[in-house]
């Protein structure tokens, strides 16, 4: 249990075995279905989510509970003591005297960082500034070896922000604890991979090319990691409906791609993605936001040192 | 156990013969006082209030918790991936991976509906649009037959905003399982019943004559159900005031009906009831919220199969 | 166990015996260290925070969760029916019959007391209008006597806004209980104790004295009980900021008092105390902060007269 009492910032703390090990208590947990342990019945959860947030705080409010465990928090700052200008490390402090761990989210790059080293308790980063959310890469690299068996040998593309997404970021990161065969990077030239990423990945050695549109590379593809682009980035708002528009996935180019291609997506999306690839066999984000529950099961687990 | 897997959006979704069972076992839930079981101690609720609430979902959290069980969820969309301009029908699959069952609150007609075709869990309508909420209606009609030891052959009065308060329709709608023996409709001319809630009594063979004051038919009375008359239903605030000081149930009104009458409202209430109703004989409405709790232990527990 | 049953509105409805009771059973929780009980596992506690709150709300909360009883609640009433003009009195008795007892933040004074008298349950205060907030003060002694061994005798000041801070008020009444050396009440001209609880202090012989300066007294100190001073209190910005300075707690000021002297403070803090002192000697807050939780741990228990 190399997890036991660990902070996890970012996704980069993690080797890969213990990527692996988690994924397989992953797997125990969606084997059993939807039911409730005594696991961690005497911890409790500090859930401090200070930007807005459903499906991230959601699923650790659900993995902890069917552990066994509580949770406590707030979601959202206005209604908190930080709406009086109380600062993020006595925030942490206190939080970490009433309860076992914390989920941080917080807008700010290297707010956990920041809480980590605050804390005596292990805090989780539920996503902070715009290159970490590593429980959310989890998933995703959770996702792609449900489908494909395996993330070494694939052939992946990250589309849309790359820039400001931190989602996009954090799996760029955590592909090169695998052995992906080529990575895409699919995004118009304002919202390009920014370059301490990409640093990463060139001394990980993982090969990738840039790209400014998905029909160059869809016939290549094994799976299209696709991000909200968000109309704040361009200040001229014509500029965001041409751009929005060239990086819609819809079902026509989704055909032209390779057998098995699979959409990711982080979620919540709004209309990245044509509603009819929903029902299709590309869509595999409905699935992938599901398994959100058992990852960070397995991750709750492993973190408090439990045996499953 | 006819109940067990079933959505619940409006309350014509149940039989009389459903509706009965489930006040037999909110007797026995109510009987028993206050107290925790673990009967529903492997689920895990959601409770999506995209409009805010007070009653309604801290009775479904206090029952569910009582049961054994966990809510997971949000009051008001700020905070959550709504905000980012989610569909419905995405917030609502995110919740159905969560979670065993979703209570909804939306101010939309037809939410419920869409959630609960979308949902593989089941959905229960804890309000949406203007037209229903079975639930309020299941309490309601609960307090009528603790209070008469029956709803056949009652005088019964709707009376206040007939036309957007959700709870008067539903409740109309409601009593077309059962045989009351008159449904007087009380509203200014603004706010008599919608045609179709008419169209469905009509439909069922209910009686009911439509009024323009209390006053008039308050001698024939068993129940009067108060709702709120709201200020934004009104473009001209004097007319908002007339309306409002006719339709004040006050205790000089109250002494005019029959022995035994009773006030029920579904709360919360402002100054439609005179504060010294509160007090007096014909107050039922405290009781009825505290039924709350009971009524909705008995639909969980019946949505899920449980024998109590 | 004589607070079973009984409302809390204000510290002085306790008696010394009582409090140090309740100062028993926390050292048997704090001893214990994190851990999670089945004392009150059929029991639901409602968390009315009518006031923005962080520290009073989540750590009610985590006590009960830790003691294996439930939470239903609100925090901030924009998303409640108190928001439709539901009054206190009925919000209250809606709770009162979902829940086993009642934990009150309000911005008016006399809220709790309102509420105590209309609810069955007990009743407690979370902190209301200027006065009153006992589970806040339980905390504070509760620190001195682990830090002293002691209240008694002890010379203690109370430092800042010692006029609309209900913690320092309550703290100042809760010292009537015990017998300290001396009260020192240091505070800018606009921001003095109030008459009413100056009258309390005299009435229980309280030696104390009234000081512009917290260099002029600190050589005497055991104790300084900081208080936020907030920018709203000062119609002029300009004499806000030059009483602000002049009430900052620095590391030069704390080296000039005796050895030994903590600070204590119900936080949040904003920069009323340099950040220096926070890693010091002096600090007593981070810790008096943790000890909420084993504190009102066990009031709870006190409260639902369960034997620890």
Redesign the interface.
Known sequence: MGLKGRDVVSILDLTRGELEALFETADKFDRRG???YRLL????L?LA?FE????TR??F??AM??LGG?T?????A?????????SLT??I???D????AIVLRHRYEGAAKLAAEVAENPVINGGDGRQHHPTQSMIDLYTIRRLFGTIDGLNIALAGDLRYARTAASLALALTLFRPRHLYLVSPPQLTMRPEVLRVLDEAGVRYSVHGSLDDVVEELDVIYVT?IQKERFPDPMEYEKVRGSYRITLDLLKKGRKGLKVLHP????DEIELAVDHSEYAAY?QQ??W??PVRMALLTHIFGVEV
């Open positions: 939807r039911a409730r019945e005497d911890k409790v500090a989510f807005p947030s459903t499906r959601l699923s409010e659900t509970k069917r509580e406590i928090g707030f979601a959202g206005e209604a908190t003591s930080v709406a009086k200008g109380e006595d925030t402090r206190m939080l005297s009433y309860a076992d909200r979620l919540p999306k709004v409905f936001a599901a959100g529950v």
